[in-house]
């Protein structure tokens, strides 16, 4: 199960597992769960050995819990108003995120800008029989378009 749809099953006391045969990282969401003790094996969870969430993990995770999310949501966004404290403009000074918005920035400088299939077909055909293909290509079904392909090959139109 994904680890949002984890969370919210747990939130609503569904009983979760997160297989932990892949692993766990990142990239998977479920480095969250390390202490939570629903991380488990296929034959755990084939032998139905789901277990319950740590109540420590729980209650670091769902503050306010016997709550629903809508309410502790509002009185979070009532508690920010009512301080003035915007945690978000907080995040964009921490090294984590100057650390990944200078390796998107670096990723960003290093692609070249694609050209459209218009101007591909363009550049490669000419002008004119670049721009009759990209019709073509685009405005005929696939049931016209093969056999037109076809004849054009045989009589080298292209």
Known sequence: MSSTACLEAIDRGSRAALVL???VHERYGNQVFLDSGLLRTFR?????RIGTPAPAWRDGCFHGAGRTGTERIADR???LLA???RPSRAVWETD???SAAESHLATAARLVPRQSPLARRKLKHGPLKGTLSHVAYNGLPP?????LKRWAKDHQLF
């Not at 049931?143 to 056999?147: I, K, M, S």
Request: glycine share 10%; charged share 40%.
């Open 21 to 23: 045969d892949l692993g």
């Open 44 to 48: 755990q969870i084939t032998e139905d």
């Open 77 to 79: 966004v009532e508690e």
């Open 83 to 85: 301080s003035g404290e």
């Open 96 to 98: 984590y995120f100057r």
């Open 143 to 147: 049931v016209v378009r093969r056999p």
